[in-house]
Nanobody
Framework: QFRLVESGGGLVQPGGSLRLSCKVS????????VGWFRQVPGKEREIISI????????FWGDVAAGRGSISKDMSKETVYLQLNNLKPENTALYLC????????????????????WGQGTPVNVSS
């Protein structure tokens, strides 16, 4: 059974950093891409980043480009998202999602391209 469980969210001060984790089960990280999205009530989900299953290549969306990193640990079946220099406007629910194979630069931003989703972990950037 496919499962993705996010953790690591919470309250962080502006300018601070956070590392989010996406623990997966039921599928292999060398067969599935895993992406991170954020969602604010009333708005569509926005892509943050995705990591490819085959060569660990990454794509980044506009919301966090240059301010973080994405990585995975096969032995722990976990994908990590490191976000730095957080701002109040980064406050959102952060979700991870998975899809079989690799996505192109044209499709990785699209929520409908992902088949499996976690429940999300909330991040609140506030002083």
């Amino acid at each position: 059974q496919f499962r993705l469980v996010e953790s690591g969210g919470g309250l962080v001060q502006p300018g601070g950093s956070l590392r989010l984790s996406c623990k997966v089960s039921g599928f292999r990280l060398d067969k599935y891409s895993v992406g991170w999205f954020r969602q604010v009530p009333g708005k569509e989900r926005e892509i943050i980043s995705i990591i490819s299953p085959y060569d660990n290549s990454t794509f980044w969306g506009d919301v966090a480009a240059g301010r973080g990193s994405i990585s995975k640990d096969m032995s722990k079946e976990t994908v990590y998202l490191q976000l730095n220099n957080l701002k109040p406007e980064n406050t959102a629910l952060y979700l991870c999602a998975a899809t079989s194979g690799a996505l192109s630069i044209a499709t990785f931003r699209l929520p409908w391209a992902y088949d499996h989703w976690g429940q999300g972990t909330p991040v609140n950037v506030s002083s």
